[in-house]
T-cell receptor, first 111, second 115 residues
Framework: GENVEQHPSTLSVQEGDSAVIKCTYSDSASNYFPWYKQELGKRPQLIIDIRSNVGEKKDQRIAVTLNKTAKHFSLHITETQPEDSAVYFCAPDTGRRALTFGSGTRLQVQP | GAGVSQSPSNKVTEKGKDVELRCDPISGHTALYWYRQSLGQGLEFLIYFQGNSAPDKSGLPSDRFSAERTGGSVSTLTIQRTQQEDSAVYLC?????????????FGPGTRLTVL
């Protein structure tokens, strides 16, 4: 099965700084790489995803970069705001079964 | 349109009792997933339904857990002889097709407390 690791497990930044969360996976057949955000007490929601034929994707202040050779992908958040405070989950997918979610990264943006 | 709904939102039960949790996916979504999330923890995959295919039950933690999906729509997760370690939030999600390239839409969850 897929082994997924996220780093760091917790991250605290000052408002306006950038945050980077890294996800490593083991299955080289993985071809879809989403990131989900879960605010406190709420349900997870997809914020950005990337397919294996693309190296980088950006959507306003968030971006995802993919390194298939090294089997990792990262979430980048620039100009962080307090509302970015949440737990972020990666979920690399091979298409053969349901997603395997990482253990999550708790991001705290200090105002 | 309506999102994924789950009922009940909260369930308190006594150890040893059976519970049933319900999930109504988004209409037209062929894939349905159940996850479990303990306090402050990640999402633990339980079971995955895709269309008429046999479900992927590889995440079910024990034979006390079972799930069915009737008519390709509503799903029920059943936990028999509940134990205290079953206490968690049970999340259901659905997607238009299989997990690849398809956003999973999550329900609000059912918070299960086993006394």
């Amino acid at each position: 099965g897929e082994n997924v690791e996220q780093h760091p497990s917790t991250l605290s930044v000052q408002e306006g700084d950038s945050a980077v969360i890294k996800c490593t996976y083991s299955d080289s057949a993985s071809n879809y790489f989403p990131w989900y955000k879960q605010e406190l007490g709420k349900r997870p929601q997809l914020i950005i995803d990337i397919r294996s034929n693309v190296g980088e994707k950006k959507d306003q202040r968030i971006a995802v970069t993919l390194n298939k050779t090294a089997k990792h992908f990262s979430l980048h958040i620039t100009e962080t705001q307090p509302e970015d405070s949440a737990v972020y989950f990666c979920a690399p997918d091979t298409g053969r079964r349901a997603l395997t979610f990482g253990s999550g990264t708790r991001l705290q943006v200090q105002p | 349109g309506a999102g994924v709904s789950q009922s009940p939102s909260n369930k308190v039960t006594e150890k040893g009792k059976d519970v049933e949790l319900r999930c109504d996916p988004i209409s037209g979504h062929t894939a349905l997933y159940w996850y479990r999330q303990s306090l402050g923890q990640g999402l633990e995959f339980l079971i995955y339904f895709q269309g008429n295919s046999a479900p992927d039950k590889s995440g079910l933690p024990s034979d006390r857990f079972s799930a069915e999906r009737t008519g390709g729509s509503v799903s029920t997760l059943t936990i028999q002889r509940t134990q205290q370690e079953d206490s968690a939030v049970y999340l259901c999600a659905s997607s238009l097709a299989g997990p690849s390239y398809n956003e999973q839409f999550f329900g609000p969850g059912t918070r299960l407390t086993v006394l």
